[in-house]
């Protein structure tokens, strides 16, 4: 069915979970009414600046704040030492074996990276902290920089005790992969160079920390603000019980914000120190040189086929960076990209390893998707390249390879397990919605015309949802309902689909429902929304809750539902895997090597979908970022370790006339992953696009012997590929 369609009668009919409904959170957003961090300044309140290295890599010699301390209005100068004594950030332990970074949360002996912090200023106002923080004067003795994965791999040890600049590690075998390869009729090869990405969300990052009375409340934009709570906790060495965090409406996160900064716990600290209110906003430039980015990861893989076109051995290595400091899910986008091969495919015999290393830029961790779409890249072009080899049809290619529906649940050969899902079947509906056979004869013809013009397939899994969350639902006067949820929103529409949960389920309008969260005061622990988990498992913590609540009001017989409440933790029994396929037809202007998608037919598997306009949203939301690492995005470090592109002049991000139509339609799949039956959508868009995108580009460059290209496919590169094989040499 295509998202957001279902008649208004239907809603009074069928209840609200499903529906199509507007969401009552953009009311004050767009009226200009929203609130957020940056907003925020309580009474008394003092204001923070960092001072930060210029430095790619050196050994602190002097650091002098003479000069920033005499000013007036100045409060409060923070440096390494002074903070020495905290623990280091912690890191979230999915790879086995991961190195700790033990990373200063201010710098001491050693900077690591350009805009690493080394100072924090307070001062009465925001201009007097910036002048102070630009006072500082840093001499560093500069040592050579890394700043690529090829270059940690063989340099020197970057990191004080470390032998090599291997942070970790991880091998999934199954099979003799060697042998199914030697034996296999064709062997394919992909290499896929991932450009580093910045977030860029709307917001830049800010924090409002007050440490009034010897307890703290920060005002944290952050995707998991209970961790974050427990984080500070630990970190500052306080009990949790006196950290409150809040999560004001947030701009943006994609990621970048699951994680404390070094940042957030300078300034809180200052704040306990000063006991009041400091206040940080983060310009553009220190988001760009210092919050986490995304991708970055080196790919190469082969695949061997039988003769009759089927997929024997997968071998993979796959090397991603870290920057100089670890995020807390800072192995996350390695451990995805591995466990997620071979993807919708079957294949007996794998051997893959990820591999993530330190290099002298800013920490490099989860983005979305992290790590879901550089294992769509690695199978997609895998398929491609073996059906070049095959003399088959790519969409063929797929057919013959794809888990069966009643092969479910599948078993993957690193360990996974497929609930769910008809992946030959969304492979199918997508080539009937776009006529794949009119769209090959239409190629063809365009192609004898002189026209540079390829069709992108990519047929993808993702996984969406484990662990727990919880839901409290109270009675309010008037009939009403308090949710309160366990996770967080950064923009995904929680307020409405969450409510549309708990009034579906209790059978009430959904007008009567009243959602909140992301306040570690008011609302129950829980993890957050990172990982697609929002609906699958936070909306099933919600759906229990409302059943409970339905009984208790069935049990109470009378109109008295006033104080009544009822509150779940809800914990996955498994993971739900979502999945999808997209269709790319892109050309290639031939004399200015400008790409052009021209159609895009999108048919996604989300399971339960509980409001299709937020989740077109969502589809719509993650396809532009897709299509930003596909063709323009890109952080580049010269080789000295500065960064080239450190504003939003130098970084290029993509506009609505970048944006293609998009032909989107849902075909679910049931799933007993979760008690609401969802699958996760909100990376599915920057799952979709990259693969889909660059197999239409090599299947354009495909006539002129370009077989193999990274990303971003910028004009420059779709230019010199019309023009140049892939030695170089001029055609």
């Known amino acids: ?114 805009g690493a912090p080394v100072a924090l200023v307070i001062a009465d106002d ?40 291997l942070a970790f590690e991880k ?83 994609f990621g970048s914000r699951a994680s404390v900064y070094p940042e957030d716990v300078a300034v809180a600290f200052a704040a306990l120190r000063l006991g009041q209110p400091v206040r940080w906003v983060a310009t553009r430039n220190e988001d760009f040189i210092a919050a986490s980015h995304g991708r970055g990861g080196e790919l190469r893989a082969q695949a061997g086929f039988d003769a009759e076109g089927r997929l024997c051995a997968l071998a993979a290595d796959l090397d991603f960076p870290l920057g100089a400091w670890a995020t807390f899910s800072a192995a996350v986008p390695a451990m995805n990209a591995g466990r997620i091969l071979p993807g919708p495919y079957r294949v ?56 069966p529906a009643s092969a479910m649940p599948h078993r993957t050969p690193t360990g996974q397990t497929l609930d769910s899902g008809d992946y030959a079947g ?26 540079a013009i390829g069709v992108g397939i990519n047929l993808y899994v993702e996984p969406c949802g484990s662990g727990f969350e919880s839901a409290r639902i109270t009675t309010l006067p008037g009939g009403r309902f308090l949710v309160a949820s366990g996770s967080s929103a950064q923009g995904q529409g929680h307020r409405t689909a969450f409510a549309q949960i708990a009034a579906g389920v209790i059978g009430v309008p959904v007008e009567r429902v009243e959602v909140v969260e992301g306040d570690s005061a008011t609302a129950p622990p829980g993890v957050g929304a990172v990982a697609s988990r929002s609906m699958a498992i936070g909306g099933s913590a919600v759906k229990l809750a409302a059943e ?22 809800y914990t996955a029994p498994s993971e739900a895997w979502s999945a999808g396929c997209c269709l790319v037809v892109m050309a290639i202007d031939r004399d200015t090597g ?23 949203g969502q589809l719509t939301g993650g396809f532009a970022q897709g299509l930003g690492t596909a063709l323009m995005e890109r952080i580049h470090y010269d080789a000295g370790g500065q960064i080239l592109t450190g504003t939003l002049v130098d970084y290029a991000l993509p506009r609505a006339a970048d944006m293609p139509a998009l032909t989107l339609e849902s075909l679910p799949s049931e799933t007993s992953a979760n008690a609401l039956g969802a699958k996760g959508i909100g990376e599915s868009g920057s799952i979709a696009a990259p693969a889909a995108i660059l197999n239409a ?35």
Request: hydrophobic letters at 45%; aromatic letters at 4%.
């Open 126 to 165: 925001a201009a007097t902290a910036r002048d102070a923080a630009e006072a500082i004067w840093l001499d560093g003795e500069p040592l050579d920089p890394c700043v690529d994965v090829a270059e940690a791999r063989r340099g020197e040890p970057l990191l004080a005790g470390w032998p090599d600049n």
């Open 1 to 114: 069915m295509p998202f957001g369609e279902r008649p208004a009668d239907a809603v009074a009919a069928e209840g609200p979970i499903g529906a199509p409904l507007r969401r009552v959170e953009d009311d004050a957003l767009v009226r200009g009414a929203g609130r957020y961090a940056g907003d925020l300044a309580p009474e008394r309140c003092l204001h923070a600046a960092f001072a930060r290295s210029p430095y790619a890599r050196a050994r602190v010699r002097a650091l002098d704040t003479s000069a920033a301390e005499r000013m007036p209005g100045v409060r409060l100068v923070l440096t390494g030492p002074m903070l020495a004594h905290l623990p280091p950030l912690p890191v979230n332990p999915v790879v086995e074996g991961i190195r700790p970074f033990a990373s200063p949360v201010l710098a001491v002996d050693r900077v690591n990276h350009v």
């Open 697 to 731: 580009a090599l299947d354009a460059l495909a006539p002129y012997g370009t077989h193999q290209l990274g990303l971003p496919l910028t004009r420059e590169v779709l230019w010199r590929a019309l023009r140049t094989d892939e030695g170089g040499n001029q055609r």
């Open 171 to 253: 091998r999934w075998r199954h099979g003799d992969c060697a042998a199914a390869m030697a034996g296999a009729h064709r062997s394919v090869e992909a290499r896929i160079a991932c450009a580093r990405v910045a977030a860029v969300p709307i917001e830049p990052r800010a924090l409002v920390a007050d440490g009034s009375g010897g307890r703290l409340t920060v005002w944290i934009p952050n995707q998991s603000p209970h961790r974050a709570r427990a984080h500070l906790a630990q970190l500052l060495g306080l009990p949790v019980e006196s950290v409150r965090t809040i999560a004001p409406d947030v701009g943006g996160a």
């Open 426 to 451: 969304l492979l199918a509906r997508a080539l009937e919605r776009a006529d794949y056979p009119a769209l090959r004869r239409e190629q063809a013809r365009r192609r004898d015309a002189g026209e």
């Open 348 to 403: 007996e015999a794998v051997d893959i390893t990820a591999r993530g290393y330190v290099t002298n830029t800013a920490p490099v961790g989860i983005y979305r998707g992290a790590g879901r779409p550089e294992a769509a890249l690695v199978m997609e072009r895998l398929m491609d390249e073996g059906a070049r080899a095959l003399g088959l049809d790519p969409a063929e290619i797929r057919r013959r390879n794809v888990v």
């Open 594 to 616: 400008t790409p052009a998608l021209e159609r895009v037919v999108w048919v996604d598997d989300a399971g339960v979908v509980v409001n299709p306009l937020c989740a077109e």
């Open 548 to 569: 409970a609540m339905r009984a208790k009001l069935a049990e109470r017989g009378s109109d008295d539902r006033e104080g009544l409440a009822t509150e779940e933790v």
